[in-house]
């Protein structure tokens, strides 16, 4: 177990969630023989080039053949090996999608599948490397637990968590390097419980992944003058939490969702079809992501502004919807 | 297919039937999901399954459908229907053997047409590049998928030569000579540094006249009075 500080915090969040990632199973598998990396010729891009070089055997590049990096891996977690699987998020979630319903979602085998740098997070390659359908995807595939830790600590949480929890994960990696950061120090993660990080109040903001680092700014900047909004971390999309979805009711008239995702299957549309389920029509969800398009390419700083997810854009956005 | 299955349960697979989830099991997938229904007689020929739960084939509900569905106590490894996906779990499977140096062998039962899908060589190039020898493909080359001939469109004639250069080690069987099957998955066993596919050539349809190589029979109900015909036939020819 590591010592989560804030200097540790710092550092990670320099380095980002990618090569932490690959940090965080170089640390793990010093104890644990059982832990198997995979990935599909973005071994370095999941920060394994260490753990490659000093743990070899516990180590596979299968090339670039992503349905075969969830075919071998779904075989290794049948043979009971801890099996975390990267690439990036859409070859993980489209690419390998029927492999990763076949095996993990219709056969259930317990793989970890990392999806790289989803959302905004790769900037200049555009489009083709975004993260903005996996969400929706994997949605719709029965028995697949999707989690988008916010920063680095929750990253280090999450992949814990996974240890002792059953079934096929999605670890959904968003932001880039010098994310901001939201824990700083050790705290209680539940793979199924919201962290609520703000009361909720009339107005309450949702977000998971990097995204909710920005919200968290945004929020914190508002409540310091006389408004009081809440912010909650949905950092497990599926399955959502119903206690917290059910304790909404009556104590909130507005949710605003910001996500690095088509707004179309993602955390916005999770939130509704969980409000839905649970018969909850008093509450009014609001939106804002990537609006069923392929935005045009730049640096991730200018995609978080120009889409609306920035620190300033979120505020802006939350402000509009208390003045509505 | 079935003379293949046939010769993988009587002779070649270490299973319990007693014991289906037998630690020291092989492993078997059938790839090429669509004829489970052969594999289902087998299943239940070999112990695996009783009849009871065999005559719940394709009743509403069942677990036994027109498609593998993953139910190890029958000795079902892995759901298949979706091609070109049982090589890739089962190289995960031998590997993972491998590495925890145990003696068990994996076989997996494809169609030629199932060939045509990518993802059968993204597996076929990796599992040779791993050397992993206790993975074995059974290729079924029947020349025909469900639109009819091979011929006709992705021929699969070159499929000896696409799997040796994959870099596996390659044995052309008479599909329906237990012999040949057996001598070829023996043969297999001895090769320590390189997976093995056995390329088996066989007649669809094969022991009913107007069956053979009749494409109408790729996916078709033997209705009592074909029933009645074929056992007709069979009695004509015994």
Not at chain 1, 66 to 73: A, D, F, H, K, T
Request: aromatic residues 8%; contains cysteine.
């Amino acid at each position: 177990m590591l010592d989560l500080n804030p200097k540790l915090a710092r550092g990670w969040s320099r380095m980002g969630p990618r090569a932490v990632y690959g940090q965080i199973l170089y640390e793990l598998a010093k104890t644990n023989p059982n832990l198997m990396a995979l990935s599909a010729d973005l071994g370095r891009s999941s920060g394994l080039d260490r753990f490659s070089k000093d743990f070899p055997d516990q180590f596979l590049n299968v090339g670039i053949a992503e349905q075969n990096l969830v075919g071998i891996s779904a075989g290794l977690a049948r043979m009971e090996f801890d099996v975390f699987a990267s690439t990036f998020a859409p070859f993980a979630s489209l690419r390998a999608g029927d492999q990763v319903r076949m095996n993990m979602g219709y056969m259930q085998e317990p793989v970890r599948l990392v999806g790289l740098a989803s959302g905004l997070a790769l900037g200049f390659l555009g489009n083709s490397h975004y993260g903005l359908e996996d969400v929706a995807v994997l949605r719709s595939i029965p028995g697949i637990t999707i989690i988008s830790p916010a920063d680095c600590f929750e990253l280090y949480q999450c992949i814990l968590a996974s240890f002792s929890y059953d079934g096929p994960i999605y670890i959904r990696l968003t932001g880039g390097v010098n994310m901001p950061i939201v824990y700083d120090a050790d705290y209680e993660f539940n793979i199924l419980k919201v962290d609520v990080l703000r009361e909720v109040s009339d107005v309450t903001v949702i977000a998971a992944g990097s995204t909710l680092g920005y919200a968290k700014q945004a929020v914190d900047q508002l409540n310091d003058t006389d408004t009081k909004v809440g912010l909650v971390n949905v950092h497990t999309i599926k399955p959502i939490d119903k206690d917290f979805i059910a304790s909404l009711e009556g104590n909130c008239k507005n949710l605003v969702v910001f996500e690095e995702h088509n707004v179309i299957g993602g955390l916005g549309s999770a939130i509704i079809d969980a409000l839905d389920q649970a018969k909850i029509r008093s509450i009014e969800v609001i939106r804002y992501g990537v609006n069923d398009e392929y935005p045009k390419a730049g640096d991730y700083n200018y995609m978080i502004k120009s889409l609306g997810l920035d620190t300033v854009s979120i505020k802006n956005k939350i402000i509009e919807v208390i003045q509505s | 297919m079935v003379d293949i299955l046939c010769v993988l349960y009587e002779d070649i697979l270490m299973f319990d039937a007693n014991n289906p989830y037998c630690k020291e099991r092989d492993i078997f997938i059938l790839s090429k999901g669509h004829c489970v229904l052969g594999w289902y007689a087998v299943l239940n020929e070999f112990g695996l399954m009783n009849k009871a739960t065999f005559d719940t084939f394709q009743t509403n509900g069942s677990d036994l459908i027109a498609h593998p569905v993953k139910n190890l106590s029958l000795g079902i490894e892995s759901s298949n229907g979706s091609l070109g996906q049982g090589l890739s779990f089962g190289l995960g499977i031998a590997l993972g053997i491998k590495k925890r140096s145990q003696e068990r062998d994996v076989y997996v039962v494809m169609g030629d047409g199932e060939c045509n899908e990518g993802a059968v060589w993204e597996t076929a190039a990796s599992a040779a590049e791993l050397g992993i020898a206790n993975l074995t493909s059974i290729v079924d080359i029947n020349n025909l998928r469900n639109d009819g001939p091979n011929s006709t469109y992705m021929n699969t004639k070159t499929l000896p030569a696409i799997w040796t250069a994959f870099g596996w080690n390659v044995i052309e069987v008479d599909g329906h000579s237990h012999c040949e099957i057996k001598q070829g998955l023996e043969e297999a066993k001895t090769v320590q540094t390189k997976p093995t596919a056995i390329l088996a050539h066989t007649i669809k349809g094969k022991g009913v006249s107007f069956m053979e190589n009749n494409n109408e029979w790729h996916h078709n109900r033997i209705t009592k009075n074909v029933y009645e015909r074929i056992l007709e036939e069979w009695q004509q020819n015994a």
